[in-house]
């Protein structure tokens, strides 16, 4: 355990998944620093999880050295979960600059502010977005990269970052490509607050429990129902391995690639079978404007990561829709601006 005086960053600790990070490490007893510049992260949950632990707060923009260097000046870390990114594939095709500038030059602020202050663990979140279409099935982490789209491009350049960073200035990295991230956490206080959401599953329990509209968002593609096919992995479940990592690299494991996956895929049309199947509806799906960037079919070999980390994903598809129900009853409009 780390001593009192020492915390843990959490970039991104505000949005969706890193906050779900932030509530089991101050659940395990670690001190946590979140810096996060609320673009499209809240307050909110922060508010919510300072019950649990010691819990600081640094509004900041990775675009902005001076903002990093204050956090490191101000408290004494030693271990980064970078989680703080732009990601939404649809709007990555139209603006790529930002991009780049967010998440790659953002990135390489942190790398440099975690150099100068003598920080060299780190737990990335990268995506199987850097893939790009597949050549193989299940996707195992020396499948090649050719992500699709600037957002994975992105995470693809990140991930080169780490990787020269580890052999140049002696980082010690786990880079997790994480599959499609669903879910809420089990207990329902905090959740995906984006609306609508960009993620299949927490629109679909929207729109099963009748709180807004449902709408399919992608071009017919070719797979087994003509609907692309993804692998869905737990936030909590995500959470857990970002902990099995941190304790990992603790323990002076060598830098990793991980796929985070539940190494079964399914479609679209299948998932939304699911949620109906759980709240005993049949939606009226509307079909929308489909998104670029996307690909037909991806699920992951995730092997690596349960050997290396003796992780499992546990969580069923049945776990992730009542965890959303439960976030949904909680708060349906999300957390307050
Ligand atoms: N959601 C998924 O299915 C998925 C899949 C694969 C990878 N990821 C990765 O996981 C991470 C978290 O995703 P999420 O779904 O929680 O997204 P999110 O948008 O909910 O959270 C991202 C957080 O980063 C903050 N942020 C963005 N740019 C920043 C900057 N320049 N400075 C400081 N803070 C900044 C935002 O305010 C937000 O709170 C991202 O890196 C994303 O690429 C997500």
Not at 23 to 52: C, M, Q, T
Not at 147 to 170: C, Q, T
Request: aromatic fraction near 10%; proline fraction near 3%.
């Amino acid at each position: 355990m780390l001593k009192r005086n020492k915390a843990i960053l959490i970039t991104g600790g505000a949005g969706y998944i890193g906050s779900h990070a932030v509530k089991l490490f101050l659940e395990k007893g670690y001190a946590v620093v979140v810096f996060d510049n609320l673009s499209h992260g809240w307050r909110e949950p922060l508010e919510i999880l300072k019950k649990l632990g010691t819990l600081h707060f640094e509004k900041g923009d990775l675009r902005h050295k001076k903002d990093l260097v204050k956090v490191f000046k101000k408290h004494k870390i030693t271990a980064v979960l970078h989680f703080a990114a732009l990601c939404l594939v649809n709007e990555s095709m139209e603006q790529p600059e930002l991009f780049f500038e967010n998440n790659v030059l953002g990135s390489l602020n942190l790398l440099e502010a975690m150099r100068t202050h003598g920080v060299k663990d780190i737990i990335f979140s990268s995506t199987c977005a850097t893939y790009g279409e597949t050549k193989y099935l299940p996707v195992d982490e020396a499948h090649p990269q050719n992500a699709d789209n600037p957002y994975g491009e992105s995470k693809f350049l990140v991930e080169r970052m780490l990787i020269w960073y580890g052999k140049l200035h002696g980082f010690k990295y786990v880079i997790l490509r994480y599959f499609n991230v669903c879910g809420a956490a089990a207990d329902g206080s905090i959740g995906d607050s984006k609306k609508p959401s960009q993620l299949l599953m927490q629109n679909a329990v929207r729109g099963a429990m009748g709180i807004e509209p449902f709408s399919f968002t992608y071009a017919p593609v070719k797979t087994r129902d003509k609907s692309p096919v993804r692998d869905y992995i737990d936030v909590e479940d995500l959470a857990e391995a970002h902990l099995a990592a941190f304790n990992y690299l603790e323990k002076n494991g060598q830098s990793q690639i991980l796929n985070l996956g539940n190494g079964q895929g399914f479609s679209v049309k299948e998932i939304v079978a699911e949620v109906e199947k759980v709240f005993g509806v049949t939606m009226k799906k509307q079909k929308a404007v489909a998104r670029k960037g996307e690909y037909a079919e991806i699920f992951a070999d995730p092997r690596k990561a349960q050997r290396i980390l003796k992780w499992q994903s546990k969580k069923t598809l049945q776990d992730s829709i009542l965890s959303l129900k439960k976030w949904y009853e909680n708060k349906p409009q999300g957390y307050r601006k």
